[in-house]
């Protein structure tokens, strides 16, 4: 298992913080095979401090296939495209995209071009994008075009598996996550189910929480650690404010109504981290299943009297996929926050790291 991303940062178990579940190798988003992440990271000047996310269910050459997929919004002060049609047909077959709150546009624009352009089969006559989105106008000039449509499609580009960069880098590189340098994090868990084993993955785009409220590992550590703490004594915005994106991926095998009751389990492990949810924090996540590949395409191809079919893990086993959600979630945060340094952006608005030898010597108690 990775205690450091692929550029060396740190991440939270190397600072010998021990959270519950198993992690898959890379304890990553990408422990679930097929799954890619990609980023384009826009640092220029003393404004731009934004990006993109992409993060493919599929390889490249199959990007287009569907996914079991369903969705759930904790609090709906944010955006994540797309939803309505997930909804109607519980099935994902594009990349998705996270970037800044102003950016959407364009990187719905971006997957639009990229799909056309490189996989012509599975644009046929309409493409519904997934873009979600979280605020980073503390850092970086929101209103600034810095994200243009060829910054979704390289992101897409450059999407892979294995280790994933953490911290700010992609969407996440202007984040704040509870008055500290936050952004893009992620983990896994590993789910026996019989003979079986099964990855969960979580990625979050962490942009949310009040300082007093950080707990990590059971530990109310944000009171603590409560001095220098610029973004909460700005005037413009309340403590708690700017939204969190979360994206699930599992290969195991799951009806779309049980993608959407994994997300509804996110916020149980948001919680783990102190947040109680604030009503100017997005809160929207998304969960699919690479399995059944071949199944929910909704097509125009099928004629009458064919059948499409689905296997799927019993309802009432469940309950351990739940619980590795949730812990998936809760280090995902973690290591968002961990893999980070000081940043300071537009109008010289500065967001400090986390003190991870402070945080240590805290747990250490």
């Known amino acids: 298992?990775?205690?450091?991303?692929?550029?060396?940062?740190?991440?939270?178990?190397?600072?010998?913080?021990?959270?519950?579940?198993?992690?898959?190798?890379y304890n990553a988003i990408t422990d679930v095979a097929g799954v890619s992440v990609g980023y384009t990271t826009l640092v220029s000047g003393d404004s731009v401090r934004t990006g993109v996310t992409a993060i493919l269910p599929r390889p490249h050459?199959?990007?287009?296939?569907?996914?079991?997929?369903?969705?759930?919004?904790?609090?709906?002060?944010?955006?994540?495209?797309?939803?309505?049609?997930?909804?109607?047909?519980?099935a994902l077959s594009?990349?998705?995209?996270?970037?800044?709150?102003?950016?959407?546009?364009?990187?719905?624009?971006?997957?639009?071009?990229?799909?056309?352009?490189?996989?012509?089969?599975?644009?046929?006559?309409?493409?519904?994008?997934?873009?979600?989105?979280?605020?980073?106008?503390?850092?970086?000039?929101?209103?600034?075009?810095?994200?243009?449509?060829?910054?979704?499609?390289?992101?897409?580009?450059?999407a892979a598996s294995g280790p994933v960069e953490e911290g700010s880098v992609g969407g996440g590189t202007g984040m704040n996550c509870y008055g500290f340098k936050g952004g893009s994090g992620t983990a896994s868990r590993?789910?026996?189910?019989?003979?079986?084993?099964?990855?969960?993955?979580a990625f979050v785009q962490a942009n949310f929480g009040s300082r007093q409220e950080l707990t990590v590992n059971g530990n109310p550590v944000g009171a603590h650690l409560a001095d220098d703490n610029p973004l909460e004594d700005w005037v413009v915005a309340q403590a708690g404010a700017g939204s969190v994106i979360v994206v699930l991926a599992t290969d195991a095998p799951l009806l779309p109504g049980q993608c959407t009751a994994l997300a509804r389990r996110i916020p149980l492990g948001l919680t783990r981290t102190g947040t109680s949810g604030s009503h100017f924090s997005g809160d929207i996540f998304l969960a699919f299943s690479t399995a059944n590949e071949g199944a929910l395409t909704s097509g125009f191809s099928h004629g009458p009297g064919e059948f499409e079919n689905l296997r799927f893990v019993p309802w009432g086993h469940m309950d351990s996929f739940y619980e590795a959600v949730v812990h998936a979630v809760e280090e995902a945060v973690l290591n968002a926050l961990c893999a980070n340094e000081t940043m300071v952006g537009r109008e010289g608005h500065r967001t400090p790291n986390l003190p991870r030898e402070r945080l240590v010597e805290l747990l250490r108690g």
């Open 190 to 201: 590993v789910v026996s189910y019989g003979p079986h084993e099964y990855a969960v993955g």
């Open 94 to 158: 594009l990349p998705v995209m996270i970037t800044n709150t102003h950016a959407v546009g364009p990187c719905h624009r971006g997957v639009i071009d990229w799909v056309a352009e490189n996989k012509p089969d599975g644009a046929h006559a309409w493409l519904l994008p997934v873009v979600a989105e979280t605020w980073d106008g503390y850092l970086n000039d929101i209103y600034a075009p810095a994200v243009q449509p060829e910054h979704a499609k390289a992101a897409i580009e450059a």
């Open 1 to 25: 298992m990775t205690l450091t991303t692929p550029s060396g940062k740190p991440r939270i178990r190397s600072l010998g913080v021990d959270l519950p579940g198993r992690p898959g190798p």
């Open 61 to 90: 050459e199959t990007v287009a296939h569907p996914c079991a997929a369903g969705w759930y919004s904790l609090n709906g002060n944010g955006e994540m495209t797309g939803t309505t049609w997930l909804t109607e047909s519980g």
